[in-house]
Nanobody, 123 residues
């Protein structure tokens, strides 16, 4: 079981990207799914989460109003739409399943981490 993030790339400040989180051997709607990011030399940071039973969503203050998390159960995929990107959004982005079912911000509450996808915001 593993989650795989994709969709990263190089984008100019103010631009947009949509990240995808896909699963193999795992039904994403079974768990809340969270997005984290880690910039070079910095600690991992919780970004956003979407609950499993209802599509309540949660965001870090640094991305609220710019990022939108959503899920497509038919495609077994969770998305992170990122708009108005800033250089400080540059990081490797990861998705994982929240085993507490509460959309916590604690990374150790999450499981099934996959390889991240790199987002670079630069002119």
């Amino acid at each position: 079981v593993q989650l795989q993030a994709s969709g990263g790339g190089l984008v100019q400040p103010g631009g947009s990207l949509r990240l995808s989180c896909a699963a193999s051997g795992f039904t994403l709607r079974s768990y809340p799914i969270g997005w984290f990011r880690q910039a070079p030399g910095k600690e991992r940071e919780w970004v956003s989460c979407i609950l499993s039973s209802v599509d309540n969503t949660y965001y870090a203050a640094s991305v609220k109003g710019r990022f939108t998390i959503s899920r497509d159960n038919a495609k077994n995929t969770v998305y992170l739409q990122m708009n108005s990107l800033k250089p400080e959004d540059t990081a490797a982005y990861y998705c994982a399943a929240d085993l507490t079912f509460r959309c916590t911000v604690v990374g150790t509450d999450y499981k099934y981490w996959g390889q991240g996808t790199l987002v670079t915001v630069s002119s």
